[in-house]
């Protein structure tokens, strides 16, 4: 193979993997810039948790993740389609809202009280923490 077709095969496998990432990240928010915990996130069915992840909302308790972050998707997914309801904040979107919050690593939820809860949480210490009540 010559020099300009190794050049050529090269700058099209870039050219591809960027398009590719591109619309990956585009197609992974939704029109809050929220990333979605599950395909079902903006669905309007009533899911189990919504008055849990409403409770969160109004107590202004706030996730900071970041989308590729594997303990922020699985946060996400305790909530199902009720995490379109939680506060999020994606961190590499908002690096100095982050810093200046002081989060470390991710998932860190932050309540009114300023009280920080870091890594993956269970919805059980999530209502500890927040007082509001997980359904039964």
């Known amino acids: 193979m010559n020099k300009e077709k190794i050049i050529t095969i090269a700058s099209w496998i870039i050219f591809l993997a960027i398009a590719v ?3 990956y ?10 990333v979605n915990a599950t395909s079902t996130a903006t669905s ?3 899911s189990k948790y919504d008055d849990f992840a409403k409770c ?3 107590k202004d308790a706030t996730m900071y993740g970041a989308v590729w ?7 996400k997914a305790l909530f199902g389609a009720s995490f379109q309801y939680i506060k999020y904040v994606e961190c590499p979107d908002n690096i100095n809202v982050c810093l200046e ?7 860190t939820w932050i309540f009114t009280d300023g009280k920080k809860v870091e890594g993956e ?14 359904p039964k």
Do not use: M, R, W
Not at 69 to 75: K, N
Not at 101 to 107: E, H, L, Q, T
């Open 56 to 58: 969160l909302a109004t």
């Open 69 to 75: 972050c594997s303990h922020c998707q699985a946060q």
């Open 25 to 34: 990240f585009s197609s992974a928010k939704n029109q809050n810039g929220n």
């Open 21 to 23: 990432t591109i619309v």
């Open 44 to 46: 309007t069915a009533v």
């Open 101 to 107: 919050k002081g989060i470390k690593g991710y998932p």
């Open 121 to 134: 949480t269970s919805l059980a210490d999530l209502a500890k923490a927040s007082g509001c009540e997980l």
